[in-house]
């Protein structure tokens, strides 16, 4: 399964500060119809993201029915991103 949409960088202070990107709506609920076959508990996702150059692995965090990307220091550095920027998301889950 692949997924692209745009977003925008949040920041969560939360106990271990970090930033995210909301996957919307639609694809939020196409996600949901595939975690049962790859979740790995918690309703945590695997993933492959892409945004600009850069790509990398991660989970997929679920949160008030939809999910967050969880965009790491190296990647907003590498991309020249921070908090409130708009980016383009590429997801690919290995269904």
């Known amino acids: 399964?692949?997924?692209?949409?745009?977003?925008?960088?949040i920041y969560w202070r939360g106990p271990?500060?970090?930033?995210?990107?909301a996957?919307?709506?639609?694809?939020a609920a196409a996600l949901?119809?595939?975690s049962a076959l790859v979740t790995y508990g918690w309703g945590m996702i695997p993933v492959t993201v892409r945004i600009g150059s850069s790509e990398w692995t991660?989970?997929?965090?679920?949160?008030?029915?939809?999910?967050?990307?969880?965009?790491?220091a190296a990647i907003r550095?590498?991309?020249?991103?921070?908090?409130?920027d708009p980016v383009t998301i590429e997801l690919r889950v290995d269904v």
């Open 32 to 34: 949901a119809d595939a």
């Open 77 to 84: 550095t590498a991309e020249s991103l921070d908090a409130g």
């Open 58 to 72: 991660t989970s997929l965090f679920p949160k008030d029915g939809g999910y967050l990307v969880p965009i790491r």
């Open 23 to 27: 996957v919307p709506e639609g694809e």
């Open 1 to 9: 399964m692949r997924l692209t949409f745009d977003g925008e960088i």
């Open 16 to 21: 271990a500060p970090h930033h995210f990107v």
